[in-house]
């Protein structure tokens, strides 16, 4: 029972530090939405439906578990809890959590490949 309130606190702390680095502005690709073509942008992007096409964001790129992308994504930050099928270039940080997939290359300052993951590539960190 301690164990749990403890993993849930440090759940909660890192979701509330994510949000306070990810600020207000955040574009949405909602649930159940196809989204085809580029996206450039200088927030937060966070993918619920699916996306084609290539990202290039300033900010953070956020999948969320029922996310998917298909294309190369340049961001400062990548999260992936859903699906991406493309490369990511020249991240600080990229985080692939338990529940994310990935087919692609990283190229990145700092990977986490959490347990239970998928990743089917290759990774490079990078100065």
Request: hydrophobic share 40%; glycine share 12%; proline share 2%.
């Amino acid at each position: 029972m301690l164990f749990r309130k403890k993993a849930n606190l440090a759940s909660h702390k890192k979701e509330t530090e994510l949000a306070r680095e990810i600020g207000p502005a955040v574009t949405v690709i909602a649930p159940g939405t196809v989204f085809k073509g580029e996206v450039t942008g200088e927030d937060t992007l966070r993918i619920s439906g699916s996306l084609q096409g290539d990202i290039d964001c300033r900010q953070v790129v956020w999948v969320d578990p029922n996310g998917c992308v298909d294309g190369q994504i340049t961001a400062r930050r990548v999260i992936i809890e859903g699906e991406v099928n493309g490369d990511i270039l020249n991240a600080e940080r990229v985080e692939i959590r338990s529940n994310g997939r990935m087919t692609g290359n990283i190229t990145a300052a700092n990977i986490t490949i959490a347990q239970g993951c998928i990743f089917d590539g290759e990774s490079r960190i990078i100065r």
